[in-house]
């Protein structure tokens, strides 16, 4: 790792701790706005449907023109984002911000992730791709973790924890703009044809829909239904009042993953994936649990494990993609990827309605029976389509990776 990876990481880090400092404050913002579980979860789906096109563009944008040209409007946006949130009065403004987030973190987090991994020595991008996977994950949990206990204990709970991101992203932004564009490019003087790739290598279309966008939108899915819809379900149906401890949920969900590599990066990134959806798939049930037992105990465990767990998912993925495509496709690949995961958390907003029709508890026990269909498709007809990871030349030298 070079001096600017680690530059690339620091802005990364606090970049994405702005998108989930919302997961704490959504019982807030539903008691305060009389908002229903659906409406509340439609928080969380315009912020993902804004995400998905505009990550699959920032990731073709940037292998054409250059990172930083991509990167640092995001982070403005983020700013922005947070500063609208801290702000915020009505419904509509909320809606504004987590748009402006989703416009941030769709054209940043492929792109970052990818700026990290550029910096790095040519043995090292391996590492350097797990190593901005940790990046990310224990940015998006420090937001839920320090804005719970902000929250529990601030007279301004609403408004507090956003200001406080807002000011750390200064210190992002002159991390980034101190660390050199890596694929610096000059805007032609006739416009080309321009179109919308996803760089998966030739040949292996089919491993990728049957195999990585599948597990990464499983663990999206079980990311997503932990920040939003469960922590309503903390407060209605397990009493919980305690917002710190729906933030800690919200960390543990989130950043345990950012820990999986360090004890587990030696596990092949084929292997990690499978695994990862079967364990973590299985592990959603001890939420459905937590009613039966009536305590919230389990909600915190589960989140725990289901975070750590969903780190092999990602782990092996980000591995994937960070290796077996050139660094010019390595953008839009790994933009692909994130794209496949955040739609997974847009069926969180029809648990969030069902919730309204059939309970929570039962909305989340057919949650926790899609995730387990979805993981056995990964792993009985993806892994069939996906049997070894071959990298680029570019990427790793003449080393074979064997799954």
């Not at 990818?114 to 090292?124: E, K, M, N, T």
């Not at 990464?216 to 009042?241: E, I, K, N, Q, R």
């Not at 993981?375 to 064997?402: C, N």
């Amino acid at each position: 790792m070079t001096r600017f990876s680690w530059l690339a990481f620091v802005g990364l880090l606090i970049f994405t701790m702005g998108t989930s400092i919302i997961t704490p404050l959504l019982p807030l913002y539903a008691e305060r706005f009389s908002l229903g579980n659906g409406e509340a979860t439609l928080l969380f789906a315009v912020y993902s449907a804004t995400v998905v096109p505009t990550m699959l563009l920032s990731g073709n944008l940037a292998d054409r023109w250059g990172r930083k040209r991509v990167m640092l409007p995001a982070m403005a946006s983020i700013t922005a984002a947070s500063l609208v949130m801290g702000f915020a009065q009505t419904v509509p403004e909320l809606f504004l911000g987590r748009v402006l987030q989703g416009l941030a973190i769709g054209g940043f987090l492929g792109v970052g992730t990818a700026f990290v991994v550029d910096h790095a020595l040519p043995g090292a991008k391996a590492t350097a791709a797990a190593l901005a996977g940790l990046g990310f994950r224990l940015g998006f949990g420090l937001g839920p973790g320090l804005a719970g206990v902000v929250a529990q204990y601030s007279a301004d709970p609403l408004h507090v924890p956003w200001l406080g991101h807002a000011a750390l992203m200064l210190v992002a932004i002159a991390a980034i703009l101190v660390t050199p564009e890596t694929l610096s490019r000059t805007a032609p003087r006739r416009r080309p044809r321009f179109g919308i790739g996803i760089g998966v290598p030739a040949g292996q279309m089919a491993a990728f829909a049957t195999f990585l966008a599948p597990a990464a939108f499983l663990m999206s899915f079980l990311d997503a239904t932990l920040l939003s819809v469960v922590p309503l379900y903390m407060v209605d149906t397990l009493g919980v009042t305690n917002v710190a401890l729906i933030g800690l949920v919200g960390f543990l969900i989130l950043a345990m993953g950012g820990f999986t590599p360090l004890v587990f990066g030696w596990v092949q990134p084929r292997t990690a994936v499978i695994v990862g959806v079967l364990a973590s798939s299985s592990a959603s049930l001890l939420v459905v649990g937590a009613a039966a037992a009536g305590t919230a105990a389990l909600v915190v465990l589960a989140a725990g494990v289901i975070g750590f767990i969903n780190g092999l998912i990602l782990m092996g993925a980000t591995t994937i993609c960070g290796i077996s495509v050139p660094l010019a496709e390595r953008g839009k690949l790994l933009s692909a990827l994130y794209t496949c995961a955040y739609a997974g958390t847009l069926p969180t907003v029809a648990l969030g309605y069902l919730s309204q029709a059939i309970g929570l508890t039962a909305a989340l026990g057919v949650f926790s029976l899609a995730a387990l269909a979805l993981a056995a498709f990964v792993v009985l007809v993806g892994a069939r389509h996906f049997r070894t990871v071959v990298p680029h030349p570019e990427a790793m030298g003449h080393l074979e990776v064997a799954a």
